[in-house]
């Protein structure tokens, strides 16, 4: 039973699309995130929930609207999409502050073309 | 000047060689550490979760963490060809935003 699952696994588009990506945890955790990792493989945070309130805001352009529906449900809807979204996208979830670590989704890999 | 330094390698070791590991940073505030394990095309997973200074040791993994100095280390034991991947350190102080490094990219061959 998958703890962090996120879908879809694959996302190519054009430039100018609007796309979301979904993502959804049930380990009970209180926080859930949205990571980038660029074609350098590093990680950089965009996005924190907690228990459906934004509390991490990372200087993301305003194309990217996370949105929470519930603790369990954390997703991305990028408008406009641009060469530069390209990259692997990571949901992750933990309990307050980071306590215990960090699950992390498999990601979502981007493609605009 | 970055807020976590990680050498990126790729370290490339004999299989049974003991690997080390290891971060440098600069925010004193850091007080959780972490090491995940990146297999290609896949999520981080996470290895070893310390809080503060201190060593930790789970199976053939130690974690050490030296305040003081600002410098977080891991080591593998006895490291197998499965042990190939990138390894991720990552340090949050009392809020909700890990920090990652760069990750090193090992290579243990039979």
């Known amino acids: 039973d998958t703890a962090v699952s996120q879908t879809p696994k694959y996302l190519v588009t054009q430039m100018g699309n609007d796309k979301s990506i979904k993502c959804e945890q049930n380990?009970?955790?209180?926080?859930m995130y949205w990571y980038k990792q660029d074609s350098k493989k590093f990680l950089k945070i965009m996005f924190s929930?907690?228990?459906?309130?934004?509390?991490i805001n990372e200087t993301v352009p305003n194309r990217f609207s996370p949105k929470s529906p519930d603790k369990a449900h954390l997703n991305l809807h990028i408008n406009s999409l641009e060469l530069g979204d390209s990259a692997v996208y990571f949901c992750?979830?933990?309990?307050?502050?980071?306590?215990?670590?960090?699950?992390f989704g498999s990601g979502t890999r981007l493609t605009v073309v | 000047q970055k807020e976590v330094e990680q050498d990126p390698g790729p370290l490339s070791v004999p299989e049974g060689a003991i690997v080390s590991l290891n971060c440098t940073y600069s925010?004193?505030?850091?007080?959780?550490f972490m090491w995940y394990r990146q297999y290609s095309r896949k999520g981080p997973e996470l290895l070893m979760y310390?809080?503060?200074?201190g060593n930790k040791e789970d199976g053939r993994f130690t974690a050490q963490v030296d305040k003081s100095s600002k410098y977080i280390s891991l080591f593998i034991r006895d490291s197998q060809p499965s042990d190939s991947a990138t390894y991720l350190c990552?340090?949050?102080?009392?809020?909700?935003?890990?920090?990652f490094g760069t990750g090193t990219r090992l290579q243990v061959f039979p």
């Open positions: 992750a979830s933990s309990q307050a502050q980071g306590v215990g670590g960090y699950t």
């Open positions: 380990l009970g955790h209180d926080t």
């Open positions: 929930y907690n228990n459906k309130e934004l509390i």
């Open positions: 925010n004193s505030a850091f007080q959780y």
């Open positions: 310390t809080y503060s200074s």
């Open positions: 990552a340090m949050s102080d009392n809020t909700d935003k890990l920090i």
